[in-house]
Structure formats: structure tokens, C-alpha cells
């Protein structure tokens, strides 16, 4: 296909041509705020007359942080979003692409993970008393994890405690998790980086995956493996008779079941709290309170919104491993402050990238002091707060 | 107009080059091929006297000592009464004084005994053979040093109650302290070298029967030649310099009267004379020629002025004069000089009628000395010269019998204690041919490394290093004269070095260097050239963006080329100002600025950048990028080489200036880059996306990188990939950092092999 049609399909799909050149995007666009040029309304407006070139050359297609905000604040119901990731994917056929950070080393690992001969060893953190199978009903779609916790080593952020913590919360509601030895990534990245072919092939191979093991219900502790999972896959892999749910979801239906210990009955202080919602969990998948009420069922914990909260949350500053520069280190400081502000002593999230982009913005030490608040996943915080079972 | 790298070089290496920037300016640069560093090339040990001195300008003592040792087991005594052939050599001479070289290698020895001296580790013996060295002079323990370094067992005779030869019997203690000698000795035996003292060998048969399988004659020239003159040996208080030194260095005392004179114009004269003088006696020294055509230091002959001595310049004895068997005086005629004669310096003609006489009780004459046979049996089987030496192949120092080899003064007549360490080297290098049964001339050329420049004009005049003196009044006794320089001067000194000669010649890029690299690649082709140039505005336009340039040969043509130079640069709207890069800059290249809007972000100085890379690989936002070894043309290169699975084999500058030669390995790629720290995991994990069947790379030994801890960069990120790929399903065995040492570039092709071998294992 011409590029010329594919822009025009683009536009039709994504609703572009509704553009009235409002503004009102670019008004909540953290990017645009920062950087002073009006992203969102500028790109759709390139996308209608200007050159496939103009568009598809231009840097600031690959700033954009795919949060979404843009598109909650649209009244015409252009889904910028996709707008975007869609551009992408035609610029990245033409050899264009964001800067890759960490030089590109995450963005081989997700493409590694598309060879069909990967051996991986991936679940070498399973310790004892953790326990899983290999057939089974649910499934634990485990994500990006094992590498991050490594790639990561120097942020000290013991990220697979995640993954242990959800085993963890799975055991504790009588769950033995599938956990699968050839899970690869979700391609969540890639896909929105406009890496549209490895993405089709890791979907084509999680599916088989998880078909083979016989799982009815697929749980995972990353939003982004979650939205995948549920709302693209579907569309690449055709329909797939499983139920995908994110871990605050399971939390949040067995409430009943979980005993937390009582803070105080420990001497312990109970914790202010406030929680980051994620894009993909938020407005990609309009999941917001659930996570709230695991947090609020935890005894004496408080929970403190921050002021923009929900539908209005503002993204963790970066997203694809990409173009994560001083605009994403802004937001991310911006937005530890405002969650120092509610008062609350611990920002709770439930993205393991939330965690490692905030993490890696305190791990400046100018700027330690404004943005510092301690940070926890949410399945980490639940399964710390649960009572031993007897 | 179009040309090739290729087309390129052949013209740097023939033709006047220039480099021009049309569009900033009507600068003309010349490009020269650059000439090794003079100071190594006149030394003859090849010491690497500009990796020293730079490291000494960094305050790395101990790893400046450690370059000298690699060459020379005796730093404090040539550091102290080394001819120094380096500073007649030094290219500072063109512009002020050369640079103190001699002083600064004694600074080094000075601070090693002023902090205590770490004892020697022995080495174990790992082979069989057993070597006997004949004498303990600088050539004989050179070459023990050398060969117990190599896992031989060595034994040293020597027919004194002490170690040293010459340094010790025949060098004056003002000059060379016991204590010195006794110390570099030592550390010689800690290794392992057994010195057997007071024992004369008489018959190398003898030797050889008892196991020695192979033997190095070194005993030096101990024997003073005669003056042939009519009194000579006929009187009491005639005695010959070397008699006269030997006894003064061994017993503190020799028979002399008040009125000495001393023949000779050499270092044993002067060296005689001061003795005398320190004995109490008024000393004369009588020489043929004039001051200029005197063969001793002049720094010496200066010094014996200074203290007292008279000299007689322009005078031949003509006769000894006695009266009652004993030396009343001797008889002299003065000398104008003639036309040069087969030394080149100029003959002296005897002036008819002008004899004069001196008087004296005691004449030493010091006039040369030849190799004392005596020791030898009457059937030795041995070639020997007219001149009573050893006859040897010059490049083997093998003598006509097999497995018995001769070197120093013993062949070549008195010569200076650099060039006697230097022919124990080659004795210990043939003799662990001869004994591993290789032929003893090594066939192998040398290689010619081509590097090329843009040469530096040395910036202003800097007064060279005086070293402190003891005050003459103080030099009636054996007390040291020259006492070294202190820490402070020994640093700057050595920063007035020029640096000269090819860049991997330094230990390290160190601060304040003033030389940097560019590349000069032609528009379209994907491998460039590294130019050197010097990091200051007023000699070469420096910038952070690649310039357009133009080289030339001939007139009237013009080749465009790109200039880029080698340095890190950050792009600020990608840097988060996180400050890592600040942290693992050993060179303070990168600094936080705060900009008006309470952002911080990241600058290069590209003054102190030296483009190693380091920073690169950790900048979580990929906002650094490197100069011409950006990750896309790395990459690019991994790509192309990948077509056919492989090893990917990325080096270091300098190991890849070891192993240019041996690149065509089946199946394996080597990839330049800078520093090995510059090979981020990345890189690593991008060739594994490509196909790679192994990832290898090979940096400097540990301690030795030549951008202070690149290499500790490399093994960290090694180590961060590794662990990655682990989880990826991809062995360990397949990823490796690996070290190689200049001294034995050969390893590479075990490291690879192994690395191949061990590849196909962990299939």
C-alpha cells in the first residue's frame, strides 16, 4: 500500500479528520506543556496536509508518551493514541524511530524473546514456598520481570519481589499459577514503537503458549501485559477463550478472603498512601478503583489522591523505553512532588515500569531531596500486609 | 574529485599532505606520518620513557615504576649513572632543555625505598633447564633476571666477595650508594637468581657436564690497557685505574700519595680523580685532546672542576719519571688537534718542544680497559679478538660454541651500563631460544605501526629540572652528590614532555595531554582514519559537529573529507542530568550545568574529553553519543559482518594495534572501538539479536587501560550482559571479556580458539 493511503486509512480509523483544532489536547499534553510545541493537534494537522514526509520524519512523533490524556480531554473522539502508534508503525517501515534508551539494549531483548529456538531460563527466582504448576486454570503471565530485575540491578529495586509477592497472593487464595518456562514478552514496546511484525510474532507465540498449558484465566501484574493481553492480542491472534485479568482485579473479587495484619496490634505506625495510576490500567483499560479498594482494605492504611487522579493521572514520564529525556524527567519529578504533597509517605503503583522510570528520576542526587517518597507495587504491598495463614 | 582510505594513506606515506576547512578558514594543515618517540628509539633498551613521564604527571608512581621495570631491573642505579642517551635524543632541545629523564627515573627508584620496598615474589621455576650467567654485572644479572622471569633456573658466578661488577668495583659510591646497588640485587634474588660470590669459574666444560644447559660469559673488562711509554710499571705509585677503583670500593682505602694525576679523558678517569680527591689528594688529570672531545659526562667532568681537580687539556705523557723505585713525576707534551681520525674525533698532533713535566707520587692511568681472559683455561675453544673480547654473532650474542653465549663490556670493550643491560636482554632472548630449540635469529619482521598526525608546536619555554647537589665543602667523603629532585618538580618536569611519537606509546590518555584523536572518513565509505591533533584552538579548529574538510597532495586537488572528532557529546533534550556520567569520567570531562529553567544538564569540556566511550554505555537515555564510534555505525558494522554466523570479537585501540595484522579469522569479526569500556551491553546484546554466535571482547590488562579504568567499565558491562543473555537462554561461555597484554600479542589467537572451542561446548 501507498504510504499516502495508509496515512489516509490511519486517519479515518483513528477519527482524526474530527479534528477541530481545539487545542484542548495540547493543553493537558504533559510533553506540550513542557516542550511548548502543541503536540497532539500539530501532528493530526500534519497528517491532513502536510507531506508524508513532514509527518513521518519528524522527531516529535516519538515523543509522544502514548498516556492518553489527550484522548480523555478529546470532545470529538479522536483517538490520538492510536493515531500515533499507527503513524509508527508506517515511519518505522521507512527506517524512523524514537531514541532508544539504554541504547537500544531493552528493545534487543524484546526482539530476542521473537526467535521461535529461544531456550529461556527464566524462572530462576521461583524459590521455595512458592508454589506453581504447569497445567493448570489460571495462569500467571509473569511479563518482563526476570530482565528488568537485572537490567536494573544498579536502581536496587528488587523488582521480582513483584513476581514473588503475586505467586505469593496467588498461594494465599488457593491458586497454584501455571507460570510458563517459554512466556516471552507481551510486545507491548515494540508495538508501540511501531515494530508491528515482532510484535505479531511474540503474540502468535504467547497465545500458543497459553493455549498449550490449558489456563482459563490469565492474570498478570504488569497493566501493559494486561491491556495486551486483553485488548490487542484479540485482534492479531483471533478470539482467545481465556478471561485476562490484572492482579488488583483478583485483589479486589476475593477482598473477603484476605486477612491483613493490624499495624497497630504491632506497634507499627498505619501508612499515608497514595497511588499512581497507570496509563494502560487507567484509561486503556478503566480500571481505577479496584487497586483503591485492595489499598483501602489494607487495616489503618489511608489513602491520599493526588490532585490529578484517575481519568487525569499523569504518566509516568516515558513509555517504549524511548526518547526519555529532560520532558520525561520533569514530569516524573513533577509527579513525585505532587505525590509528596498528599502528605503520604509511600506511592503505591501497580506498573513495574512506574516503578523503575519514578526510581530512576530519585536516583539523581540533586534532585533526591524534592522528589523523595518510597515507592511500592501494589501486589509487593499486599502480599508484605497479608497475615501468615495459620 | 574521489579517492579511497586506501588512496590515502599511500599518499600520507609518500607525499606532503595538508589538511584544509574551506568553509571556516584558510588554515593549512600539514599531516605527518608520526615517527616513533626519539627517547625510546636512542635507548638501548627501548624504555618507554613518554609512558613514564605521563604517568609521573599524573601522580601514578608506583605504575610509573612498574613501566620502567618492565625494561630495566635497575632504576635507581640508571637512574643515576645512566649516560642517558634519551635526553640527547629529546625533542625539547629544539625548544628550551631536554626533559630530566634520567632524574626523573631516580625520583621513581627514590619513592619506591623512601615508602619501603615491597619484597619480590619468587618465581616458580617451570622448566628444567639450568643456566649458568659468568659475572654479575649489569649484563649477567640483566640477563638472570630475564631468564628466572621465563621459569629457568639461573645461577650466577662471580669471582668477587660481591654482586655488581662494575657498578660495584668500578663506579664511585658518591656517584652509586652501596646501598642502592645492594637493594636492585636483592630484588633480583628475591625472584629466584642464586648468586654464587667468590667463586671463579675456570672451565666451562665443566659447567656444562654439571647440568647447565646453557651458558652467558659476561665478566666485563676489568684489565686497564698499558700506556706503553717508557717508565711505566717500574715504579711504586703507579697503579691502573681499575685496580685503584676496585680497591677504593671494596676496602674504602687505596695506596695513593698527595699528588695524583690521572691519565685519561673517559668516566673511569674522572671517576678515579674524584676519588682521589675524596681521599685527600690534590688530583691533576692529563688528557690528549680538549674538553669537547673528552668521552665522560660532561655533566662529570663539570663536577670534578667544581670540586678541585686540574685539568691538563691538550697533553700526552711522553714518559713516567722515578727516583728511588718510586713515581716522582711524569713527563708530558702538549698536543694541537689534527684532522678527525676513524672515531671522528679529532687527532691529536704532538707540538714539537713543549714538553712540560708534572709533579706527582701517584699516576693513574685511565686510559680504557679490555676483558680479562686470564680465567679461561689454555684450551677453551673460544673465538677471541684482537682486542682480547669474545667473538659473537652481534644479533645473538652466540659465540662459536653451542649453548655459550657472551655479552656486555666482555665483547664490546668498556661501553656504559644501558648497553649492557641491553645485551642481557638479548642473551636471556637467545638463550630461551636456544634452549626451546626455535633457530636464534627471530625471522619475524617487526611490524610499523602507521599513525599519523597533525603535529603540535610546543607551547612556551619551561626551565628543565635541576637535581639538588651536596655542597662542595661536604665532598671530602663518599656522601651521594646528587640528591635526587622532590615529588612537586618531578611532576612538573615531566609535564614539560612533548609527548612525541606514536599514541599507544603512553601507559595512559592522561588529563593533560594535549593531542586528540579525529577521525577523517571520506563521504560514503564506512571505515576511517585517526588523525591526531592538537587539543588547542590556535593550532587546529576544534568543534563538536564533524567539519567538512579537504585533503590535498598535489596542487590544485582537493578530496573532501569529514573531520569528527572523537569525543563524547550529549544531545539536551535527551540528557535527564542524572549525573552518572559525571561519576564514571575518570578524566572530569562531564559537568551539570543548571539552566535557567532549574534544569540540570550534562556538558562535555571536549578539551578534557578523551572519546573512551565510557560514559556512553551508561547514560540510561542514550543521550551521550560518541564522536565517528556511534552506536549506529558500531552496529552497522556487527550487521555486516553477521551475514555468515560468526564471533563477534570487539578490541580496544590498542589491542587492536597488537593484532591488525592476524584479522582474517574464519568466521570471526573484529570490531574498533576506542576504550572496551565503550562496548556497552547493548552493543552485546545487539549482536546476539543479529546472530551472533559468541560476543568477545578484549581489553587491556587490568591496571594498564589507557583511559584509567575503561576496562573496569567493560568488565562491568560484560557482566551486565552476561546475566541478561543467562536468562535469555544464551551461556555464559558465549559471552567473555577478555585481556591482552602487549607483551604477547600472539595470545590472541589462543584467546579466540579457546573462546571458539569453548562456543561449540556449550552448543
Same mark, same amino acid.
Given at each position: ?51 508524508t ?26 483517538r ?16 524512523q ?43 500467571y ?56 511484525e ?10 500458543e ?11 498478570t ?170 | ?47 618507554d ?43 625539547r ?44 654485572? /649489569?649484563?649477567?644479572?640483566t ?11 639461573v ?11 662494575m657498578?660495584y ?9 652501596r ?45 686497564g ?42 668516566n673511569a678517569?674522572?671517576?678515579?680523580a ?63 688537534l ?10 691529536p698532533?704532538?707540538i ?21 681472559l ?75 605501526r ?29 656522601k ?20 612525541c ?41 576544534l ?38 556520567c ?7 570531562? /562531564? ?16 578539551a578534557l ?97 589507557h ?56 552448543r
Amino acid at each position: 500500500m501507498e504510504i499516502k493511503t495508509e496515512i489516509q486509512n490511519i486517519v479515518k480509523r483513528t477519527k482524526a479528520y474530527n479534528c477541530v483544532e481545539c487545542g484542548k489536547c495540547s493543553s493537558v499534553c504533559p510533553i506540550s506543556l513542557l516542550n511548548g510545541v502543541c503536540l497532539p493537534r500539530v501532528t493530526v494537522r500534519k497528517a491532513l496536509f502536510e507531506t508524508t514526509d513532514v509527518l513521518l520524519r519528524d522527531e516529535l512523533l516519538w515523543s509522544c508518551l502514548n498516556c492518553g490524556l489527550c484522548f480523555e480531554r478529546c470532545d470529538f473522539d479522536v483517538r490520538f493514541p492510536e493515531f500515533i502508534r499507527d503513524l509508527r508503525i508506517v515511519a518505522h517501515k521507512m527506517g524512523q524511530g524514537g531514541v532508544l534508551s539504554h541504547n537500544g539494549a531493552l528493545q534487543s531483548i524484546m526482539r530476542m524473546m521473537a526467535s521461535a529456538e529461544l531456550r529461556q531460563n527464566r524462572l530462576g527466582w521461583l524459590s521455595r514456598g512458592l508454589e506453581t504448576a504447569e497445567k493448570g486454570e489460571y495462569l500467571y503471565f509473569v511479563g518482563c520481570l526476570p530482565y528488568f530485575d537485572t537490567f536494573f540491578a544498579y536502581l536496587d529495586l528488587d523488582l521480582l519481589n513483584i513476581a514473588k509477592s503475586t505467586v505469593k497472593i496467588l498461594n494465599y487464595l488457593g491458586i497454584t499459577p501455571v507460570l510458563m518456562p517459554d512466556e516471552r514478552c507481551c510486545g507491548h514496546d515494540l508495538y508501540w514503537t511501531g515494530d508491528l511484525e515482532s510484535f505479531k510474532i511474540l503474540a502468535q507465540l504467547n497465545w500458543e503458549a497459553i493455549k498449550a498449558t490449558g489456563a482459563k484465566r490469565v492474570i498478570t501484574s504488569c497493566p501493559e501485559c494486561y491491556y495486551m493481553l486483553k485488548q490487542e492480542y484479540p485482534k492479531y491472534v483471533g478470539k482467545m477463550e481465556v478471561e485476562v485479568i490484572h492482579i488488583s482485579q483478583l485483589l479486589s473479587e476475593n477482598l473477603p478472603e484476605l486477612k491483613f495484619r493490624k499495624p497497630k496490634a504491632e506497634g507499627r505506625k498505619p501508612r499515608k498512601v497514595t497511588f499512581q495510576d497507570p496509563c494502560r490500567l487507567g484509561r486503556f483499560a478503566g480500571v481505577y478503583e479496584e487497586p483503591r479498594e485492595v489499598i483501602a482494605a489494607v487495616e489503618g492504611n489511608k489513602l491520599y489522591e493526588m490532585g490529578k487522579n484517575r481519568r487525569e493521572a499523569i504518566c509516568c514520564g516515558t513509555s517504549g523505553w524511548m526518547t526519555c529525556g529532560t520532558w520525561s524527567k520533569q514530569i516524573q519529578v513533577a509527579r513525585l512532588e505532587e505525590a509528596r504533597r498528599t502528605g503520604a509517605g509511600l506511592l503505591i503503583t501497580s506498573c513495574p515500569k512506574c516503578m523503575i522510570h519514578f526510581k530512576c528520576a530519585q536516583a539523581d542526587r540533586d534532585r533526591a531531596k524534592r522528589a523523595k517518597i518510597e515507592i511500592q507495587d501494589l501486589a509487593t504491598f499486599v502480599a508484605e500486609n497479608l497475615m501468615e495463614r495459620r | 574529485m574521489k579517492t579511497s582510505t586506501a588512496d590515502i594513506i599511500t599518499a600520507l606515506k609518500t607525499k606532503e599532505v595538508y589538511l584544509q576547512f574551506p568553509q571556516i578558514g584558510r588554515g593549512r594543515y600539514p599531516i605527518r606520518k608520526i615517527e616513533p618517540s626519539k627517547c625510546k628509539v636512542g635507548c638501548p633498551i627501548d624504555t618507554d620513557v613518554k609512558a613514564y613521564l605521563g604517568l609521573i604527571s599524573v601522580g601514578k608512581f608506583e605504575k610509573a615504576l612498574e613501566v620502567v621495570k618492565r625494561d630495566n631491573p635497575f632504576p635507581g642505579i640508571c637512574g643515576r649513572v645512566c649516560v642517558h642517551p634519551c635526553e640527547t635524543e629529546c625533542r625539547r632541545n629544539e625548544v628550551d632543555q631536554a626533559l630530566a629523564i634520567c632524574a626523573l627515573k631516580r625520583f621513581l627508584a627514590d619513592y619506591e625505598l623512601n615508602k619501603g620496598r615491597i619484597k619480590n615474589e619468587p618465581i616458580k621455576s617451570s622448566r628444567r633447564e639450568k643456566i649458568a650467567v659468568i659475572g654479575s654485572g /649489569p649484563a649477567g644479572l640483566t640477563a638472570a633476571h630475564d631468564l628466572v622471569r621465563l621459569g629457568y633456573r639461573v645461577t650466577v658466578f662471580e669471582e668477587l666477595p660481591v654482586a655488581g661488577g662494575m657498578l660495584y668495583t668500578g663506579i664511585p659510591e658518591y656517584r652509586l650508594p652501596r646501598e642502592i646497588i645492594k637493594t636492585e640485587i636483592d630484588a633480583i634474588r628475591e625472584l629466584g637468581v642464586k648468586i654464587e660470590l667468590n667463586t671463579r669459574i675456570r672451565d666451562l666444560n665443566k659447567l656444562q657436564r654439571q647440568g647447565y644447559g646453557a651458558i652467558f660469559i659476561a665478566v666485563g673488562a676489568h684489565k686497564g690497557l698499558k700506556l706503553r711509554i717508557p717508565g711505566e710499571d717500574e715504579f711504586e705509585g703507579f697503579l691502573d685505574c681499575i685496580t685503584f677503583l676496585r680497591a677504593v670500593n671494596l676496602t674504602g682505602k687505596a695506596k695513593i700519595g698527595k699528588k695524583v694525576v690521572v691519565i685519561g679523558g673517559g668516566n673511569a678517569a674522572i671517576d678515579s680523580a674524584r676519588t682521589a680527591l675524596r681521599l685527600g689528594s690534590n688530583v691533576h688529570i692529563v688528557y690528549r685532546r680538549s674538553r669537547r672531545e673528552m668521552p665522560a659526562n660532561a655533566w662529570e667532568v663539570e663536577e670534578a672542576e667544581r670540586e678541585g681537580v686540574k685539568m691538563h687539556y691538550l697533553a700526552s705523557p711522553v714518559q713516567i719519571i722515578g727516583e728511588d723505585g718510586k713515581v716522582v713525576g711524569m713527563k708530558c707534551i702538549r698536543n694541537r688537534l689534527g684532522p678527525p681520525d676513524s672515531s671522528g674525533r679529532r687527532r691529536p698532533v704532538s707540538i714539537k718542544g713543549s714538553e712540560f713535566q708534572i709533579e706527582a707520587d701517584t699516576i693513574i692511568p685511565a686510559i680504557s680497559q679490555e676483558p680479562d681472559l686470564s680465567w679461561l683455561p689454555k684450551v677453551h675453544g673460544l673465538k677471541i679478538s684482537k682486542w682480547n673480547s669474545f667473538l659473537v654473532d652481534q644479533e645473538t650474542l652466540a659465540t662459536n660454541l653451542p649453548g655459550i653465549f657472551a655479552g656486555g663490556d666482555c665483547v664490546t670493550g668498556p661501553r656504559t651500563v644501558i648497553e649492557a643491560i641491553a645485551a642481557g636482554h638479548l642473551a636471556a632472548r637467545s638463550i630461551d631460544r636456544y634452549l626451546q630449540g626455535k633457530p636464534l635469529r627471530d625471522e619475524a619482521k617487526p611490524r610499523e605501526r602507521v599513525e599519523f598526525e597533525i603535529p603540535t608546536q610546543p607551547k612556551g619555554k619551561k626551565e628543565r629540572a635541576q637535581m639538588r647537589k651536596l655542597s662542595l665543602q661536604k665532598r671530602r667523603s663518599f656522601k651521594e652528590v646528587e640528591l635526587g629532585i622532590a615529588k612537586k618538580r618531578a611532576v612538573e618536569e615531566s609535564t614539560r614532555c612533548l609527548r612525541c611519537g606514536l599514541c599507544f606509546e603512553c601507559a595512559e590518555c592522561t588529563p593533560n595531554c594535549d593531542k586528540r584523536l579525529v577521525a577523517l572518513t571520506i563521504p560514503g565509505e564506512a571505515s576511517g582514519l585517526l588523525l591526531r591533533v592538537p587539543v588547542d584552538y590556535a593550532q587546529f579548529p576544534l568543534s563538536n559537529e564533524p567539519l567538512q574538510g579537504e585533503l590535498s597532495w598535489a596542487k590544485g586537488e582537493g578530496y573532501p573529507v569529514i573531520v569528527e572528532p572523537v569525543i563524547a557529546k550529549v544531545r539536551d533534550d535527551l540528557c535527564r542530568g542524572c549525573g552518572d556520567c559525571v561519576e564514571i569520567c575518570d578524566y572530569s570531562a /562531564p559537568q551539570l550545568y543548571e539552566q535557567e529553567n532549574g534544569v540540570k544538564i550534562s556538558i562535555i569540556d571536549q578539551a578534557l574529553c578523551k572519546g573512551c566511550g565510557v560514559c556512553a554505555t551508561i547514560c540510561p537515555s542514550s543521550a551521550i553519543t560518541m564522536g565517528h564510534y556511534s552506536d549506529g555505525r558500531i552496529n552497522r558494522f556487527v550487521e555486516q559482518s553477521l551475514t555468515k554466523k560468526g564471533i563477534v570479537c570487539f578490541v580496544c585501540n590498542w589491542v587492536y594495534n597488537l593484532i591488525e595484522d592476524v584479522e582474517e579469522v574464519a568466521g570471526l569479526r573484529v570490531i574498533r572501538v576506542i576504550c572496551s569500556g565503550r562496548i556497552s551491553p547493548a552493543l552485546i546484546l545487539r549482536a546476539f539479536e543479529n546472530g551472533a554466535e559468541g560476543v568477545i571482547g578484549i581489553g587491556c590488562p587490568q591496571g594498564e587501560c589507557h583511559y584509567i579504568s575503561g576496562n573496569e567499565t567493560a568488565e562491568q558491562n560484560f557482566q551486565r550482559a552476561k546475566s541478561i543473555l543467562r536468562t535469555l537462554g544464551i551461556s555464559a561461555e558465549r559471552v567473555k571479556f577478555e585481556r591482552l597484554s602487549s607483551d604477547e600479542p600472539e595470545r590472541f589467537d589462543e584467546i579466540i580458539s579457546s573462546f571458539a572451542e569453548a562456543i561449540k561446548k556449550a552448543r
